[in-house]
C-alpha cells in the first residue's frame, strides 16, 4: 500500500509514529529549503529546530483540518507557518524604506495578471531567472516587467528605491495572506491551470479575478513555488532522519531483515 500525505496528515493529527516519520524524511527538507531562501543561513540554522518542534507541538495548527489536503496545499501552508514560526522566533529588522499593500495595488494596477506576478516574485526574493523558470518566461521578459512596476511604485511613493519590494517582501506576504475575501479562489482552480487542466473559460474566470485580488496572486505564487520545491525535493535517508526522529520522540524505523543483511539505509 502506497502511504501519502493524506495518510500523513491523519496520523501526525493522531500523533502516531508513522505519520511524524513521513513528515521528517519528506517535509523537513522542504522546511529547510524555506528557510534558507527567505532568511540568512545563520538565522535560518538557528529557528531551525525551534520551527520543527513548535510544528510538534499538538496546539500547532497546521495538521487541524477535519479532511486532510493534497500535497501541494499542504506545502504550501506549511510555508507559511514556517514564515511565520521564523518571524516570532528571530525577527527580521523593519525595512528603511516601507511600501505598503495597499500603495503597491494602486501603483500595479495597469499591470496585466502575469506582469503582477513577475512583480510579486520579487517580493518572495526570486531573482528574475528564477521567476523566469518558475513562470515558463525568459528571464529577460522578467526584468523589463520589474523595471516599468519600479517606475510604476516610484510615482506613487514619497520615498523609494529600487529594491522596494524585494526588502518589504515579508510585510507584503502577511498584508496578502490576510487580505482574503469571500470570492477568493480555491487552490484547485490555480492548481488546475498549472497542470494544463483549465479551459480557456475557466481560465478567463480566474485572471478576472485574481487581476485585482493581491490574496489570489500571493496565493498562485506561492502554489508556484510549492510545485517547484517539490519537484526539486529530495528526502531525508534513514541516517539523516534519525536525528529528527529523536527529537520529536518517535521511535527508530525498523529496516526490513533483507536490508540489515545487506547493510542497507
Same mark, same amino acid.
Given at each position: 500500500?502506497?502511504?501519502t500525505c493524506y495518510d500523513m496528515i491523519r496520523d501526525c493529527r493522531a500523533n502516531r509514529a508513522e505519520g511524524w516519520a513521513y513528515f521528517i524524511s519528506n517535509y523537513?527538507?522542504?522546511?529547510?529549503?524555506i528557510l534558507t531562501h527567505y532568511f540568512q543561513p545563520d538565522a535560518a540554522g538557528r529557528v531551525m529546530e525551534r520551527i520543527l518542534l513548535a510544528l510538534r507541538q499538538p496546539e500547532s495548527s497546521l495538521f487541524a483540518s477535519v479532511e486532510p489536503v493534497p500535497e501541494r496545499p499542504f506545502?504550501?501552508?506549511l510555508r507559511q507557518h514556517v514564515l511565520?514560526?521564523? #518571524?516570532?522566533? &528571530?525577527?527580521?529588522?523593519?525595512?528603511?524604506?516601507?511600501?505598503?499593500?495597499?500603495?503597491?495595488?494602486t501603483a500595479l494596477e495597469p499591470l496585466s495578471v502575469v506582469e503582477k506576478q513577475a512583480a510579486w516574485l520579487e517580493t518572495m526574493r526570486y531573482a528574475p531567472g528564477q521567476?523566469?523558470?518558475?513562470l515558463r518566461m525568459a528571464p529577460v521578459t522578467v526584468e523589463k516587467i520589474r523595471e516599468r512596476a519600479a517606475e510604476l511604485i516610484r510615482h506613487k511613493t514619497d520615498a523609494w528605491r529600487r529594491t522596494l519590494l524585494w526588502d518589504n517582501g515579508l510585510q507584503l506576504g502577511r498584508a496578502a495572506a490576510a487580505s482574503s475575501g469571500s470570492q477568493c479562489?480555491?487552490?484547485?482552480?490555480?492548481?488546475?491551470?498549472?497542470?494544463g487542466r483549465s479551459?480557456?473559460?475557466?481560465? #478567463?474566470?480566474? &485572471?478576472h479575478h485574481v487581476r485585482g485580488c493581491w490574496h489570489c496572486i500571493d496565493r498562485f505564487c506561492r502554489l508556484v513555488e510549492v510545485v517547484e520545491l517539490l519537484r526539486a525535493n529530495r528526502p531525508l535517508t534513514g541516517g539523516e532522519a534519525e536525528p529528527l526522529r529523536k527529537l520529536f520522540g518517535v521511535a527508530t524505523e525498523?529496516?526490513?531483515?533483507?536490508?540489515?543483511?545487506?547493510?542497507?539505509?
Open positions: 500500500m502506497i502511504y523537513v527538507p522542504v522546511t529547510r529549503t506545502v504550501a501552508e511565520a514560526l521564523a #518571524e516570532r522566533f &528571530e525577527p527580521a529588522a523593519a525595512p528603511e524604506i516601507t511600501v505598503d499593500l495597499e500603495t503597491l495595488a521567476s523566469g523558470t518558475l479562489l480555491p487552490a484547485k482552480i490555480f492548481l488546475d491551470v498549472l497542470d479551459t480557456w473559460r475557466g481560465r #478567463e474566470d480566474m &485572471e525498523k529496516r526490513p531483515a533483507w536490508k540489515r543483511l545487506f547493510g542497507q539505509a
